[in-house]
């Protein structure tokens, strides 16, 4: 769930809970409970912590409502019974010196029945929370000391062998919290201030307060991401992932197949690529190197001539600058591209065109294309540059459902992602897109720079600075590394091309290719989504089950291919494991090998799905 002001917290598992309002997997424990709380916006975090556990930041101008927090009150109380998880956060108030409207001795209750807590960057004034976190606020300080590590421990192992301990703070001024120890741990230092501590205010809960400088350093910093993921693990126990390296995958997108533009506008003209075009040199080098794209497809062409909106795929005519454009043969090579698994067919709107093109400063159908017809305001679908306003929701809604209607029509293929034409978006909270997309069916939605939505019909979550977003073309090839630049472990990078790239330099998909660093693979958009939208559950009826549920249309992905998960296992649920008899692992009722002692030296256990939609159970039990 997202909440609004302050901390967001979305997608934590839940196992078989009495109050489902939202159905958002990802972190998942038959026991734990884990209870949330900041001084401020915890910025967008990472595919473990996203669906599994997203934070994003309110903005005024592009945050989605109605707020959850007006709906569940202060907190996100999502489940209550003791055997379910329960996500809980507080809202911009963690901070505050005042809790006159708040209940904080709730926390006691909550922390002695099971739930764990955990502080980032607080100053948690209020009597029972230093209780429970074991700690005093002195007062705020600055240094550049490097942080150590005091003891071993669950939560900081790794540090050394990454070179991080010590974690060198140089010309890190901004403002720490001093707190001082009062029975809780300290496992990191900056010279005497406590950076990490842990407290075990009753047997089954832990409450770990974690001062971060900067909230987004979670998200963008391996060390402070890293600290945050074994915080978690360690109070829950496990955590469920997606087995995907994402810091080495891509999902790519080509845009405007099937726009009007091409054939009329000076700076935009090229032939549409033809069947013969996209058979060698956009299926043959996908295959080559096992790459599946997207390509966002266009349903509406603006037919200056009729003034009127045509299928693309019908038009076949000599354009103004004498180029011999044939549609039809384009969708016949998009089809085979499909059908040859290299190619998913994705939204790119409707007709990339204003929906008004009669107002002034049109009538754009009659309008000159060396003048007013030419501006770029006028190829944008989804707001309104020109007139300085937004799209009406219903009229989003109507374009978008005819996006889906004719691409299932034309191609038989089901959309899950939008791209918006030109990249321009509304952005109110009555006409966002983003709420409008999830109320047509799309599950992710983004324009970069800065619009990188997770989409449900309960949710629409803000991930925007998981992973690089941007275009790259022909002419651009050279910037490509250092686009690509930037961490992104809970993302892949975002890439789009267009079909102009292949008409203007046939060879340009050997070409990127030949560019991108050698390990990188890519992740399909369909891929991408249903694993965001996955459900994962837990019970422990019989032995440890883990529950995977598929549910169409997010999940179309997985009707015809298998799916990988990692669980990450703390030490306590290690040793308990390691100290039982032989244990045996079963999936969808088929019997594996049995496991061993041995088989949880590691820290993590991987978890292969065969193909379905609908329910799948990974069982561990003893043998009997």
């Not at 939202?22 to 473990?48: C, E, F, M």
């Not at 900067?214 to 910093?221: G, I, K, Q, V, W």
């Not at 299928?311 to 000599?318: H, I, L, Y």
């Not at 093109?357 to 294309?369: K, R």
């Amino acid at each position: 769930m997202c909440l609004e002001y302050g901390v967001y917290v979305s997608r934590f598992a839940l196992p078989r809970c009495t109050q489902r309002p939202l159905r958002h997997p990802g972190l998942s424990n038959p026991t734990a409970r884990s209870w949330l709380w900041s001084a401020g916006a915890i910025p967008r975090v990472s595919s473990w912590i996203t669906k599994k556990t997203i934070f994003s930041q309110w903005r005024p101008s592009s945050r989605p409502g109605p707020s959850p927090l007006k709906y569940f009150g202060w907190t996100s109380n999502i489940s209550t019974t003791r055997t379910c998880l329960t996500v809980r956060a507080r809202s911009a108030l963690a901070d505050s010196s005042s809790y006159s409207d708040q209940n904080p001795t709730s926390l006691q209750a909550a922390v002695e029945a099971g739930t764990s807590l955990l502080v980032v960057k607080s100053r948690f004034l209020d009597p029972a929370l230093e209780q429970i976190l074991g700690l005093k606020f002195k007062a705020p300080y600055s240094a550049t000391d490097p942080l150590h590590t005091t003891q071993p421990h669950f939560i900081t192992r790794g540090l050394a062998g990454q070179k991080m301990d010590p974690f060198d703070s140089s010309w890190n001024f901004s403002p720490r919290l001093w707190v001082e120890p009062r029975g809780a741990e300290v496992l990191i230092t900056q010279d005497s201030h406590p950076i990490l501590t842990v407290n075990r205010p009753a047997a089954e809960s832990s409450a770990i307060w974690l001062g971060v400088s900067n909230l987004s350093d979670l998200r963008d910093a391996p060390y402070w991401r890293g600290l945050l993921f074994r915080s978690l693990l360690w109070s829950l126990g496990y955590i469920v992932v997606p087995n995907i390296d994402y810091s080495h995958r891509m999902e790519i997108e080509i845009d405007d197949w099937g726009t009007s533009d091409k054939g009329y506008l000076s700076y935009w003209r090229y032939l549409e690529p033809s069947e013969e075009t996209l058979r060698e040199h956009l299926i043959v080098p996908l295959q080559k190197r096992h790459a599946v794209v997207a390509a966002n497809v266009i349903t509406g062409y603006v037919d200056r001539k009729t003034k009127r909106i045509l299928s693309p795929w019908n038009q076949k005519f000599t354009d103004l600058y004498g180029l011999h454009q044939d549609y039809g043969s384009t969708q016949r090579g998009l089809q085979d591209a499909v059908a040859a698994g290299v190619l998913e067919i994705q939204s790119h709107g409707w007709t990339h065109m204003q929906p008004d093109l009669d107002s002034p400063p049109g009538p754009w159908w009659t309008a000159d294309l060396a003048g007013e017809a030419s501006a770029d305001g006028w190829y944008t679908e989804f707001g309104d540059p020109l007139r300085g306003k937004e799209s009406p929701a219903i009229v989003q809604l109507f374009r978008l459902k005819r996006s889906l209607d004719y691409l299932r029509e034309d191609f038989g293929q089901r959309p899950l992602e939008l791209r918006p034409g030109g990249g321009t978006w509304s952005k109110s909270q009555f006409n966002n897109m983003g709420i409008v997309a999830a109320q047509a069916g799309f599950g992710l939605c983004h324009a970069e720079p800065d619009f990188y939505y997770y989409l449900d019909r309960d949710l629409v979550l803000d991930m925007t600075g998981i992973s690089p977003h941007f275009t790259t073309s022909f002419d651009r090839l050279d910037a490509l590394r250092a686009q690509m630049s930037r961490p992104h472990p809970d993302g892949p990078v975002m890439m789009v091309f267009h079909d102009r790239d292949i008409a203007l330099q046939p060879d340009f998909i050997d070409r990127l290719f030949d560019a991108l660093p050698p390990d990188y693979k890519t992740v399909s958009a369909n891929q991408l989504i249903g694993y965001e939208h996955a459900q994962v559950d837990s019970e422990s009826a019989d032995g440890w089950d883990v529950l995977f549920n598929y549910n169409e249309p997010y999940c179309q992905y997985f009707r015809n291919h298998g799916s990988s998960w990692t669980i990450w296992l703390s030490d306590s649920l290690r040793d308990k494991l390691q100290s039982a008899q032989d244990l045996v692992v079963s999936i969808d009722g088929k019997q594996l090998p049995r496991v061993t002692a041995t088989d949880f030296v590691r820290e993590s256990l991987e978890i292969d799905l065969p193909p379905g939609l609908g329910s799948h159970k990974w069982n561990l039990s003893p043998v009997r």
